[in-house]
């Protein structure tokens, strides 16, 4: 689990245009909202001397009129998303299982189908562990991504169910029944975050099946997506505390990140530069802590399973999968991979 | 619907030229103006609410009451003796009493159908239901030309009467919060009677704070309570979802029987304490010149003790009673309730009672931030960031309410902005004075866990005055209509946001120095008795010397808006064009003068609500000009030729107009700098949602 770990950060290193194309993904995907709500705060403040205290610095009594006038994206505008706010709010969110403005919702459904895209490319970048070349890379997405998105429809499915059925039920009414007459708030605290590890283990393994499910499909070429599954999920069985403890190892460098953020993030009336470059490194660490967990997880799939003796396709094609590749190395009279 | 009257009444025209020739004199004091002051005199006293000899009010409503508490089957059972003269002026031909707990005694009540009006609130469980119910009422006394000469009055007594359940407010059959008892013979006024009563009550899952949660019971407006008798009838209101409440001033003698070394706090100073052959304690409470009587009981409570102290102000004992998860905090509440007793002491007048005693109610249990005579619950969480207004904001705002409500008590189903609004005024001054910076906190996973927004200190005249909220609701209701019909789902915005920054807007145009002067006048004038609106505006009339008629029609008697606006400025060379002179003279022109600009200013009054209002234009080289506007017509131009250009113009500079729901668009400035704000606020954000789009990422 150890090598895989440090295996992984080594791919991800040796990756740099795929941690660019992923950061450059969520910028793509931003800049146009970001745009348009500039120029909603732009039309609200006109050519107010109300603008001259918000180009400084936190304008609290306008922030509050242009939210209470506003409508749509400018209603996402809230005190919430300044500096580590921001996370604290997001990560609520999903554990609360609180819904998204519809904007929003959108605009993740949409970055969503691109991540769901990219994913074949940047898994079989990673499996190969070597340079493919912009073609190769989505040639693989193209190859993978509707195998991907039948995948997606599975997991969005239970995904669904967990998130609309499983935590109302099991917050609204188990925890509330529980908690119902504690007096004491850290108590109910406790409760709480008790059904937030009973959740979030539910999520997270849903998470390393569809992880692994994603990583065969690409190494072994798997075009049966139900198969995928299955596969993955005998992996784990046999490996399950090298998954689990290489999934937890990859959570905790996420929450060093996260709280390297809070640590660092600077006050709203640092200049504008300040703000967005310790933002975006930020998001460049996520970005880079997200590929770890593909890159980890694919090279503790390849250390264990991904013998030399299994192909996928009968017949392989360009970009070959990355078991051909290791078909190829392993000695003469092997299928011949090919590049063009 | 707006209402205009206001701006076509001759007499309001008058007074705004009044106000407005004191607003430009710079200052000076305007002498009041007898017409105009017994145009807004008030109307003559409802009451004979003279104190009586030796204490602070009529002691017209006193009651002696013993209760125990049936902890296992949540229950109350108690009797009381009412003791009550008719301070009124007419005779009184029945006696009606409060039953507040029945308002949760089904969904039918009327409390219970106005809060499903608002909304968004979930069907109580059977185990939540309360009620209170009578066993028996009779007349013990009277009625008789003074309290204990009942003996002498030919009337039965021992007799049981018979209650009648009334709904004077919507005709609810099914709400039983109000019962009227008829009298054998009416009471005349100044004649007193005597009514013994027994009665039974489940204790609610709390509603409208008061109730119980596991072992914690905060038991409020929980006994058979007569209402108001005013001029020649009753004012008694139903228990509303809104509304508080409203009740004469007397003597409370209490005995409380819990269980056996469980703490008990309430109204009023522990008189004894006797322990029960059966496990129980009795404490006994006693207050004089109250209106209402409050208890708490828990076996976990952690006591703690403090002394006001402050020169000029009579002590008080500070009692907490603080819930054990909140140790550490009990400094922050003493200090808070210490402010608020030091400056509403030096406003308004000194608290007159020996104790007040703070409780910390159990978390969930509902009960917090409510006020009571000498008691009140304030409020915390378990993680309290220090330098926000949490438990401070709340504890200064109930201990408040023993000024604006306990000592000055106006009718709460009625006027619910003249003790709330007052407070809430005075309790922002506190804050700002005593309690800065004041940091805003957001509270994530469930609201467990707070985080403190250091960028984000709030201001009084805005955030804690509550300008967001009544930005929202500011048209929803007029405040002159009686609260208990006011639209549930905003009543708080007009009844505490509005009137707390219509306050401040009156701080900031005469002085505090001088609204200071009204609101102890106010005070003094009418603590221990029952004040209406029209009595504060006559006080501040009479004290500001300026009739501020006009204003209150603008903030009481309408739900208008305020909204001023800069619509253009601009400044450039002057420029002529066309045909000069004349006969032989005449000649055309295209001419751009090399040394003067002309600025021109247009301003206008989007809003309905008229105020009159400063206007300041800024010229390059720093120059200023500054003139009023009346703020009355829908828009006024301005033109200037100088030699400077004209960089910015501000309708209203100051911001006096507090009540203006948007102030970003009073100001226009040449040089504007909504591009690079624009960009730093949206790459902010934009990072926030980079962050939300990765954190979904994760799902796919």
Known sequence: ?340 | MYDRVALHQPRRLLALAALLAATTAAGARQAPDDALHQAVAPPPSRQDDAPLPGARSARNANYEIDVRLDHENRRLTGTETIRWRNIGRGPASSIVLHLYWNAWRNNQSSWMRERALAGGERTPREDEWGYIEIDRIELLEGPAAEPGAGERSPQPRGEPLTPTFQSPDDGNPDDRTVVSVALPQPVEPGQSVALRVAWTSRVPRTFSRTGAIGDYYFIAHWFPKVAVFETDRWTAHQFHANTEFFSDYGSYDVRITVPQGWVVGATGTERSRADNRDGTTTHRYAQDDVHDFAWTTSPTYIEHRQRFEHEGLPGVDMRLLLQPEHAGQEDRHFAATAAALRYYGEWYGPYPYPQITIVDPAWRSGAGGMEYPTLFTAGSRWLAPRQSNQPEGVTIHEAGHQFWFGMVGNNEFEDAWLDEGLNTFSEERVQELAFQPNYRVERFFGGFIPWQQRDIALARATDGNGLNGYRGAAERDTPATPTWRYWPGTHAQITYSKTALWLHTLERQLGWETLQQVLATFFERWKFRHPRPEDFFAVATEVSGRDLEFFFDQVYRSSNEFDYAVEKLTSVRVETTGYEGEGDRRAYVERTSDTTYRTTLVVRRLGEAYFPVDIKVRFEGGEEIRLGWDGLRRWQAFTWDRPERAVSAEVDPDRLLLLDVNYTNNSVTLQPEAAPAATRWSMAWMIWLQDVLLTYAFFV
């Open chain 1, 1 to 340: 689990m150890r090598s895989s770990y440090s295996d992984g950060l080594g791919r991800v290193r040796r990756a740099p245009w795929v941690v660019a194309g992923t950061y450059v993904a969520t910028v793509l995907m931003a800049v146009p909202l970001a745009l348009t709500l500039r120029g909603m705060m732009m039309e609200h403040l006109g050519a107010s001397l109300a603008a001259g205290a918000a180009a400084r610095g936190v304008n609290f009594d306008w922030w509050n009129e242009f939210l209470a006038q506003s409508a749509g994206l400018g209603q996402t505008f809230v005190p919430a998303i300044l500096g580590f706010a921001a996370v604290l709010k997001n990560l609520s969110t999903v554990a609360d299982a609180e819904a998204l403005p519809t904007v929003i919702a959108s605009a993740v459904v949409a970055h969503a189908v691109l991540s769901l895209f990219l994913a074949g490319g940047i898994l079989d970048r990673l499996a190969r562990n070597r340079v493919v070349g912009a073609a190769a890379f989505f040639s693989a997405c193209g190859v993978y991504f509707f195998r991907f998105l039948r995948l997606g429809l599975v997991a969005g499915l239970v995904y669904w169910q967990l998130f609309t059925r499983v935590h109302p039920w099991l917050f609204d009414e188990v925890l509330a029944d529980a908690t119902r007459d504690i007096t004491v708030e850290r108590t109910a605290f406790v409760y709480r975050l008790g059904f937030y590890a009973l959740f979030g283990a539910a999520v997270l393994a849903v998470n390393v099946v569809m992880d692994y499910a994603k990583i065969r499909a690409v190494v072994e070429d798997r075009r049966s997506m139900l198969g995928a599954l299955a596969a993955s999920l005998r992996f784990i069985r046999h490996h399950p505390g090298a998954a689990v403890g290489l999934y937890l190892a990859n959570t905790l460098l996420f929450l060093a990140v996260v709280a390297a953020y809070a640590v660092a993030v600077p006050p709203a009336t640092a200049p504008v530069w300040a703000i967005v470059g310790a933002g975006q490194l930020y998001i460049l660490l996520r970005v880079i802590v997200r590929l770890q967990f593909a890159a980890s997880q694919t090279a503790l799939f390849q250390s264990r399973l991904a013998h030399a003796g299994y192909t996928a396709a009968p017949v392989p094609k360009w970009p070959d999968s990355p078991a051909v590749e290791a078909v190829s190395a392993a000695g003469p009279g092997a299928t011949g991979a090919s590049t063009p």
